[in-house]
């Protein structure tokens, strides 16, 4: 892309996706083009136009995509967050390009709201890593469950795994490199044989689900739990 090569959003955008297909993860091609149909309902719906100048986007653009997202399309805080920090990425584009003088997300901070997780016991770890279920869902709920518990990230750093966030260190050991949504700053994580395996078992590509539908999983599979308790 060439300086001032694209002057509205979703062209912009297209562009910009066009290489993440053909050099990235299928997963993350998935994520930026969600993002980018987003936006362009957005623009359709507050605006009445296909597209929008990067030039005059704003603090208020930004608000009212956030409201969008939350009220429109009905997701939380933290679902909302990474669509967001995704557009964040296509409007640094555009800075750099020089296409918007001054980034409104500047002026702008991501809402993320932190979620509280009790501790768990390595035998109730163990006990819920050798669970069979009897729906390939719960199972994979299970799967996210147990790799969030070993390596620490939240839903919104889970969300945003790439097969790029996954290297080696200098002595050939797995490790996960990612910047935290939470407090943006870069960390590194051990892979542990347990997560490894899990990680292993879905080619890199983690089966996470919206943020809802993963917390009434949850909720599910700790009720298949209860049942089970109540019955030694």
């Given amino acids: 892309m060439k300086k001032n090569e694209y002057s509205t959003v979703i ?13 990235k993860a299928l997963s993350t091609y998935l994520k930026y083009e969600a993002v980018r149909n987003y936006i362009a309902d957005y623009i359709k719906q507050r605006y009445g136009k296909v597209d929008y100048l990067l030039s005059e986007i704003d603090v208020n653009f930004i608000i009212g995509f956030e409201n969008y997202l939350m009220k429109f399309r009905k997701y ?13 990425r296509i409007v640094n584009i555009a800075c750099e390009k020089q296409a918007i003088s001054n980034n409104p997300f500047s002026h702008y901070r991501i809402k993320r709201q932190e979620v509280v997780r009790a501790f768990l016991s390595e035998k109730e770890l163990q006990s819920i890593l050798s669970k069979k279920f009897s729906t390939k869902r719960l199972e994979q709920v ?16 889970l969300s945003m795994l790439t097969t790029e966030n996954f290297e080696t260190d200098k002595d050939g050991n797995p490790i996960i490199k990612i910047m935290r949504s939470m407090t943006y700053t870069p960390v590194i994580i051990p892979l542990l044989s347990v997560p490894q395996k899990i990680l292993n078992k879905y080619s890199q590509n983690l089966p996470i689900a919206s943020n809802q539908k993963m917390n009434d999983y949850l909720k599910e599979t700790a009720a298949v739990f209860e049942r089970e308790s109540k019955r030694v």
């Fill in 76 to 88: 939380n805080v933290n679902t909302a967050a990474k669509k967001i920090e995704l557009f964040r």
């Fill in 142 to 157: 299970r799967d996210v469950f147990i790799f969030s518990c070993f390596t620490g990230l939240n839903y919104s750093d």
């Fill in 11 to 23: 062209a912009l955008f297209d562009e910009y996706n066009k290489n993440v297909y053909k050099v």
